[in-house]
Each structure stands twice: as structure tokens, then as C-alpha cells.
């Protein structure tokens, strides 16, 4: 089954459509412009997959002697030397 709904309806309801399950028809005066079509995602899949990645990240980072503190306060050191360069051009 498939939902028609005007582009303005659409762009207002976009969130709403997304986490639909069946397609949404768009018209533009009455006639059809576009088909949306919602993609299932496995967010089990995701889950799994980010956690995978942590315990990667983790391992690389035991192997090479550094800590989590040392990479925050790395990043940090970095993003406040970006910020600089930012405010001084």
C-alpha cells in the first residue's frame, strides 16, 4: 500500500515518513513527482557492528601503549590548535 501526499506535506512530515514502512508517493499540483521508498535498517546489525569496531579500536590502542585519556587529551590538544589557526586567519 502506498501513501500520496503533496511536496509540501512531504518536506514537513519527512521524520514521520522515514520510520514509515511503505512507500509515500509525491505529488507536485496533483501529479506524481517521486517515489520515496523507506529503507528497513537492521539496527540490531549496527549495534553489533559499533560494538565490533570499540573492541578493535581498544585492542589497537593496548598494542600501542596509548590510553583512552591520551587520545582525548591528543584530539583535544588538536581541535584547540584547529580553533587558533581558525580565529587567527
Known sequence: MSV???VREFREELAGFIDRAEPVTVTR???AVGLF???K???RAILDAAV????KAHAMLEAAGVTEDEVVAEFDALRKARYAQEMAA
Open 4 to 6: 500520496t501526499v503533496g
Open 29 to 31: 499540483h496533483g501529479e
Open 52 to 55: 565490533e569496531a570499540s573492541r
Open 37 to 39: 521508498i523507506p529503507v
Open 41 to 43: 535498517r537492521d539496527r
